[in-house]
């Protein structure tokens, strides 16, 4: 029930809108219990012309009233009455009904945008360490075929929950009312299809949770082998993808199928118990009518009003199984709302207004999983100062910028700017002084003003051609179909690597940031794009704080400094020519690469 109250709690802010479409149902119900009830005059005063004899019926004062009223009517007059007072309550009973399918409709859209709002929201306060985790496929799964279960939980399960408890209490009161005695024996059926319905209600959160997964396991498999599209090809895996896929659908079907089975096996057994339950009463109720204790109109309303209790039983069991399966989703959805980001604002936060002196690593170590990834960094870096960070693979050089940039914290240690801890500004504060260009360069689906323009989407089209100059960039753009209104494609395949990477630094320019840190930003580029995007860096850098990754030494040969990282620790430091003298790390890095071509010309 926690769970259930807790997957509810989406819908509070609409909770006017349930109330209204429950009254709406009630009026329905009542409604279906007027149109069931017309039956007895149909069959005693119309079709045979015989008093309507309720026994000891125990039906409210006005009912009784209305029945003796029909009992004195002729049958034309009692014919000509419904068809005057039935048409009247099929319309408004219409109008209730569109009205309360409109508005849990309504409800329900609202809960899953609002959740798909919460959980994307969520995501984009995560920490980066959170990512790493978990697979872009899985993610994507629980906002859309996750929340689709909900969906249905709150708009559709919920209506029939309401809706179909109204029938069961409204055709339950009225069998009670028509013979008390007989409507005891049917109050066997609850217990007989509760028990069935918690068994199976258990077996079918199971199984949708393992179906979610295997949903999320699909979207996984698809993001990588279409993004992958050319390994694939390259590899000539197209049979083994397809194997693999087909294996992974046949999972997902095979699970899939187990919970409709049984969801169907509940629905049956419902309404075999039900029939059951019909044909004993129909003898007792046939042995009344033959007695003449009740006409035959109160008997075929009794089974009518009995029989109804099946369809609202079914469904119940119905929405039970629906509500299991979202219930199930919402676990997971949840373990995303209830995920506290490591990296964090503090409530006193203050914005970082300008950048004045200096950055400074203090003791700075930091820790992944048990890994220690730094190791006591201690560095200063002047305002207007480039700094270069150089090592072998794995060293830590990409993890000491981005704590820069808070997308983790320190484990111990801090990092000053200006004598403040960075974690006493606010992060957009922080993040809106420091510019980023990395080895892997991401574009959107969109044009190419728009993806230069992301961190400033007012700039103007004399500002964007303006950093599309200094990145190397206006020339090719021009050249472009539709230049600057050229849509790229998809993380921009339609433009080459070093055009890719000119459009980063274009975009990093317009934010104009006084901090700008490059994380390899040329190592994957052949030496005529390299040309072009060194040239641009360079025009870059001129009066900014610069960070620098380099993979390839000989492109920061004139730094100010140069630190060496290994195994997560500063090793050297100095500027080129010393480091090459001291026959250390750097020394060999920079004679291997001088042995090795990193360029294919």
Not at 65 to 89: F, M
Not at 212 to 227: G, H, R, V
Request: charged share 20%.
């Amino acid at each position: 029930m926690r769970d259930y109250l807790r997957l509810l709690r989406f819908s509070r802010p609409y909770f006017r809108l349930l109330i209204l479409s429950g009254f709406c149902m009630g009026v329905v119900s009542l409604l279906d219990v007027f149109r069931l009830s017309a039956i007895v005059p149909v069959i005693d005063r119309i079709f045979t012309n015989r008093e309507i004899t309720f026994g000891a019926a125990k039906f409210p004062p006005f009912v009784k009233g209305l029945l003796a009223g029909l009992n004195q009517r002729s049958p034309l007059e009692v014919l000509r009455l419904l068809l005057l007072v039935i048409p009247v309550a099929l319309v408004i009973r219409a109008f209730f009904e569109f009205l309360q399918s409109y508005l849990m409709s309504d409800v329900g859209q609202r809960v899953i945008r609002d959740i798909r709002g919460c959980l994307y929201n969520k995501m984009q306060q995560l920490s980066l360490d959170y990512f790493a985790h978990r697979r872009g496929g899985e993610l994507i799964s629980r906002i859309t075929n996750d929340v689709n279960l909900i969906e249905n939980a709150v708009s559709y399960a919920l209506t029939d929950l309401v809706y179909q408890s109204f029938e069961l209490a409204f055709f339950s009161i009225l069998i009670f009312m028509i013979n008390w005695k007989m409507a005891l024996i049917c109050m066997v059926i609850p217990p007989l299809v509760g028990w069935p319905m918690t068994v199976v209600g258990k077996k079918l959160r199971s199984l949708s949770r393992r179906a979610q997964e295997k949903m999320a396991d699909l979207n996984s498999f698809l993001i990588e082998t279409i993004s992958g599209v050319r390994i694939v090809r390259a590899f000539c895996m197209e049979k083994k993808e397809i194997s693999r896929f087909q294996g992974m659908i046949q999972d997902y079907y095979r699970i899939a199928m187990k919970a409709v089975k049984r969801t169907i096996l509940l629905g049956i057994s419902t309404e075999l118990i039900g029939v059951f339950i019909a044909l004993f009463v129909l003898y007792f109720g046939g042995v009344m009518v033959v007695e003449g204790r009740i006409s035959f109109g109160v008997f075929a309303l009794f089974m009518a009003a009995l029989l109804s209790l099946i369809k609202p039983i079914k469904k119940l069991s119905q929405v039970n199984s629906i509500n299991q399966q979202a219930l199930a989703a919402s676990r997971r959805i949840y373990e995303i709302l209830d995920v506290v980001p490591t990296v964090k604002e503090s409530s006193g936060a203050l914005p970082l207004l300008a950048f004045q002196d200096s950055i400074v690593f203090d003791n700075v170590w930091f820790s992944y999983g048990h890994e220690d990834m730094l190791k006591g960094i201690n560095l200063k870096v002047k305002k207007g100062q480039l700094l270069a960070i150089v090592g072998p693979s794995g060293a830590g050089k990409s993890t000491l910028l981005d704590l820069i940039l808070r997308f983790y914290d320190p484990t111990k240690g801090c990092i000053l700017i200006d004598g403040c801890d960075i974690r006493s500004f606010r992060i957009g504060s922080l993040r809106k002084h420091i510019g980023l260009v990395t080895q892997e360069t991401i574009l959107f689906n969109d044009t190419v003003k728009a993806n230069i323009a992301y961190s400033c989407p007012e700039a103007s089209q004399d500002e964007i051609e303006r950093v599309a100059s200094e990145a190397n960039a206006h020339d090719f753009i021009t050249r472009l179909p539709l230049g600057y209104d050229t849509v790229i494609g998809d993380r921009g395949i339609k433009l080459s690597g070093g055009e890719r990477q000119r459009l980063a630094i274009a975009r990093a320019l317009l934010k104009n940031p006084e901090i700008l840190i490059l994380d390899e930003a040329t190592s994957q580029l052949d030496s005529a794009s390299e040309r072009l995007v060194q040239e641009a860096l360079n025009r870059a850098m001129v009066g900014r704080t610069v960070f620098v990754v380099a993979h390839r030494l000989a492109t920061v040969r004139n730094a100010e400094k140069i630190v060496v990282l290994d195994k997560g620790q500063i090793v050297e430091s100095g500027r080129h020519e010393e480091l090459l003298r001291s026959g250390r790390l750097y020394q060999r890095l920079y004679q291997l690469q001088e042995l090795v071509p990193t360029n294919f010309e």
